[in-house]
């Protein structure tokens, strides 16, 4: 049986490849190359949540490595009707090269990956979203310079997004520290893994003194996707809104990260979404680059960084 390469999370495989594939996600970018990488090779999307940015962006990859691409979304197509994922995925795999799914649970993502004969990306579940984390650091090096060795600090719901982060700093050698109040702080077992593998992350419930000194704060929406009780959520995350105040004690040259879509007022002040510190637009555009990092290695392997 030939290799199946799936990009589903970052503690899931060894520590050269998404940096090979941020390399190569960044040649690409500086050289505007159009070279059709992906010719005759079609992906199909799943959403059974809404996207913006990683509808778009999987899709002008493909694009412009000269691939195809359907999507798919429970309504419209047979999974709202009850047929299982199981199925979905192996009738996709007869005819696309590559699946990318945006679901609920990490057991769902399991469920297609199990089916599928051919690679699947997390495009993000409530647990992960590990090609957000990829154009994230590939940001950071691009604004700021190597990113192994800095200070990342979360700020907020330590939710799908930092939990990837906490993968990232062990995978790519920085320190993560994470502020979040009691209850909404990272998973254990994510946490015991990071420590496990020599991570420096830390958790604590002071935005202050994760923020100081920090290279980047990064912060995320209060209520997830599939999240209850946003009235309770916002009350106990305002104390830890990213405001021109908490920027300040970041470090000279720090940088404003945020996946998006963000909700000016709540986690993050219109000043600093906005503000000089803020590289929210060169992340949200280099998604697009990043994808076609990770479509690449799940598609060619290592030749992809040849
Ligand atoms: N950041 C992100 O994944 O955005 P979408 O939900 O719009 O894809
Ligand atoms: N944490 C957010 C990320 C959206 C891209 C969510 O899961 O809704």
């Known amino acids: 049986m030939h290799e199946v390469r799936n990009f589903l999370d970052l503690d899931l495989i060894d520590a050269a490849t998404p940096r090979r594939i941020i390399d190569v996600s960044a040649r ?30 999987f899709d002008v990859a493909m694009q412009t490595l000269g691939g195809g691409v359907v999507s798919l979304e429970p309504n419209g197509s047979q999974l709202g009707r009850g047929e299982t994922l199981a199925d979905t995925a192996r009738i996709l795999s007869e005819y696309v090269d590559v699946i990318m799914f945006r679901t609920s649970s990490i057991e769902k993502l399991e469920e297609m990956v199990e089916a599928a004969t051919v690679p699947v990306i997390n495009g993000l579940t409530d647990r992960s979203h590990p090609c957000q984390i990829m154009a994230d650091v590939m940001t950071f090096e691009e604004k700021v310079g190597p990113i192994a060795g800095r200070i990342v600090a979360w700020s907020g719901d330590s939710n799908n997004v930092a939990n990837s982060w906490i993968h990232a700093a062990v995978q790519f050698g920085f320190e993560f520290r994470v502020a979040s109040p009691s209850g909404l702080q990272p ?57 021109e105040g908490l920027m300040g004690h970041a470090a ?4 404003f990260m945020h996946c998006l879509p963000v909700y000016r007022g709540d986690e993050a002040t219109t000043g600093v979404v906005d503000g000089p510190q803020s590289v929210v637009w060169t992340e949200a555009g280099n998604r697009l680059h990043a994808q076609k990092g990770i479509l690449l290695w799940c598609l060619h392997g290592n030749a992809a960084f040849d």
């Open 28 to 57: 690409i970018k500086a050289s505007g190359e159009r070279k059709p990488l992906l010719a005759n090779h079609t992906l199909a999307m799943v959403f059974e949540k809404p996207s913006t940015r990683t509808r778009v962006s």
């Open 187 to 243: 998973p254990q077992d994510i946490l015991d893994w990071a420590a496990a593998n020599g991570g420096r992350v830390s958790v604590g419930d002071d935005p202050v003194a994760a923020v100081a000194g920090a290279d980047c704060v990064v912060t995320d929406t209060w209520v997830s996707m599939g999240d209850n009780g946003a009235d309770r959520r916002r009350a106990l995350l305002s104390p830890y809104r990213v405001d």
């Open 252 to 255: 000279d040259g720090a940088v």
